[in-house]
């Protein structure tokens, strides 16, 4: 699972991309053109105010929303060419999520629940892959059990594993720790790095959490729908003291 994390492949990108809610009056420019890109085999955090535009740049960068001008891509494939019975197969195929509710399957057990999207698109996978993922994750010994027997912990760990149980290009993840105790957070955000890393995927990250970002590689700074700011290999303290600068005296 190691041998091709050093590429400096991009993932996913957006390129002038311009998100608008509403229309006249009351339009609301979410994103104001912002390019972006996410390199394979690194973890990428989106931080920003309330109403940057970071949910509505993952949202868009995945495939779950539109842009209203501008591009999407993952890899190659731009987004916008595609209808939406293609769009829906390049999500189940290409990328993975993790949310803030672990969204898994009560009476599926562990290994149920990590194959369960490969087992809906009527895929087997690639035995070794998954395997290998299991001990990324450390749940070798909880694949029999069912999520109401997991920590949320273990559970979003779960959450972890199935995204990557494609082998997709990018994984997004959206305050994947919203639920979590600051222990099981930082083990689920080390997990995610290591995973980025380890399979040579894009992991793309939201969060309001300077803790949180810290686990990336890199973090990238919105503010009223643009990109400001990026840091490379971040601390939380310098990503609270950015952040602070978002801030508007009273």
Partial sequence: ??????????????????????????????????????????????????????????????????????????????????????????????????????????????????????????????PDWIDALIDVVGLRDRLHHRPSELSGGQQQRVAVARAFAGRPDVVFADEPTGNLDSRSGGEVLGLLGRAARETARAVVMVTHDPVAAAHADEVVFLADGRLVDRMAAPTADRVLDRMKAFEVPS
């Fill in 1 to 126: 699972m190691t041998a091709t994390a050093t590429t400096t492949r991009t993932a996913a990108r957006v390129a002038d991309a311009v998100k608008v809610h509403g229309a006249g009056d009351t339009a609301v420019r979410a994103l104001d053109g912002v390019t972006l890109g996410f390199p394979a085999g690194r973890f990428t955090a989106i931080m920003g105010p309330s109403g940057s535009g970071k949910s509505t740049l993952l949202h868009c960068a995945a495939g779950l929303d539109t842009l209203t001008s501008g591009s999407a891509h993952i890899g190659d494939t731009e987004l916008g060419a595609l209808d939406d019975r293609r769009l829906t197969l390049l999500r189940r195929d290409r990328i993975g999520f993790v949310f803030q509710a672990f969204n898994l399957v009560p009476t599926l057990t562990v290994a149920e629940n990590v194959r369960l999207p490969l087992d809906l698109a009527g895929r087997r996978g690639d």
